[in-house]
């Protein structure tokens, strides 16, 4: 940018940082901030190397929200503007030697030297659109490729570049946490306290790490992650892999979801359980007061087994593929009823199909925040039933069983 020195503009009272300062704040007021960079670090925090801060909204309340660059990780966090304008404030000289604001009016440029003498350069603004103030606004990824756990998973090269054969579950483990991310600012999850998430059926923890490296460096915020898995081997390569990264609040287990007892759980994810395992992840789920559950179904041996074909039915249900389908669509619709009858908005969609299976069903529950009268919904459930001649399904049984229904 074309740059010059403060002093050669109209004389003001306030010294180089205070003025920064001001017109920092002034940005953000007349919403023509666009981006403020801090660098040069000369603080006590190992590996630190600049901080980058963004307008966005969290909740409906306007944020700055910090990405504090590492050698090999990212840091986000996000604070409200007042709180953020203090924390800079705090920041320079002591911190950053270097600031640089970048709004729809104009650039400028603080400057420190080695014994904090200040100087101010203005220069005018390149053209630019107006900051959009969504939080995590960029539609097309939650996540970014440079994240370190991604290359340690093999998803990408050591030089941060997607590894084609990954691509499919690139776009899997995008589109995971674009879910989760509008699931947690949904939840009745208060985010100023510890989070615990478990993953069950972790398998080699692609979506437990980047649900982890999403809370954690990303939303700021202090989550404890855990990844459930039958399997020995995969328990120890994803415990050697978060050691290795460094993941505080990261560990897998060896376990089943029938006979886990987690101390507790705000979020519970249960993908490719299956059969009536995703019956009894459900049923823990609810027992630990989730707030958001996450299934991604798979085999319907239960009910189909007992499904009578209602005679009007019968001609198209005589085909097994379509018995399938029918089994499929009853079971998981039984299990969305039952999850609201329990007080959750529940949702059932589409998702991107597991490299395990081509199923690609998703059941969304987050915990509403007031109590419902089940009565309506369990004679429901009991007319679906009947009319399928149904005697029993796995999660309504659980549930009876806890006398939650």
């Not at 790490?209 to 404890?224: C, K, P, Q, T, V």
Request: glycine share 4%.
């Amino acid at each position: 940018m074309s740059v010059m020195p403060v002093d050669s503009l109209p004389a003001a009272t306030l010294d180089d940082r205070e003025q920064f300062l001001a017109r920092l704040e002034t940005s953000l007021a007349q919403n023509t901030f666009v981006k403020l960079v801090l660098s040069k670090y000369r603080g006590n925090e190992v590996e630190l190397q600049r901080v980058v801060a963004r307008r966005v909204m969290v909740r409906e309340q306007p944020c700055l929200s910090f990405v504090y660059s590492y050698k090999t990780r990212d840091i986000t966090k996000n604070l409200p503007l007042a709180q953020a304008l203090a924390s800079i404030a705090e920041l320079l000289p002591q911190a950053f030697k270097n600031a640089h604001l970048l709004s729809l009016t104009e650039e400028l440029q603080l400057v420190f030297s080695k014994k904090n003498t200040s100087r101010l350069f203005v220069g005018q603004a390149v053209q630019r659109e107006a900051p959009s103030a969504e939080h995590n606004r960029e539609k097309k990824r939650f996540l970014e490729l440079s994240r370190p756990f991604l290359s340690d998973l093999g998803v990408t090269t050591a030089a941060h570049e997607l590894v084609p054969a990954m691509a499919r579950k690139w776009k899997q483990i995008n589109k995971f946490i674009e879910v989760f991310s509008h699931a947690l600012n949904a939840s009745p999850l208060r985010q100023d306290q510890p989070i615990h998430a478990v993953d069950f059926g972790s398998g080699k923890g692609y979506l437990t790490f980047a649900m982890h490296d999403y809370l954690r460096n990303s939303l700021g915020l202090e989550a404890i992650v855990t990844g459930v898995e039958l399997r020995e081997e995969m328990v120890t390569l994803c415990n050697s892999a978060a050691a290795h990264l460094q993941q505080p609040g990261l560990s897998f287990q060896q376990g089943d979801v029938r006979t886990y007892t987690p101390p507790a759980i705000d979020i519970m994810i249960a993908l490719h359980a299956c059969d009536v395992a995703t019956d009894y992840a459900i049923d823990l789920g609810i027992r630990a007061g989730a707030a958001i559950i996450m299934c991604s179904p798979c085999c319907h041996k239960q009910v189909r087994l007992q499904m009578h074909s209602p005679a009007l039915l019968k001609p198209m249900l005589q085909y097994g593929v379509h018995l399938g389908q029918e089994a499929e669509m009853v079971t998981d619709s039984l299990r969305a009823l039952l999850l609201e009858a329990c007080g959750y908005e529940t949702k059932v969609f589409e998702f991107v199909s597991l490299e395990h299976t081509n199923k690609n069903k998703m059941i969304l529950a987050v915990k509403r925040p007031e109590p419902v009268n089940p009565a309506e919904l369990l004679e429901k459930i009991q007319g679906i039933k009947t009319f399928y001649g149904i005697d029993q399904q796995c999660l309504e049984s659980l549930l009876k069983a806890d006398g939650r229904i």
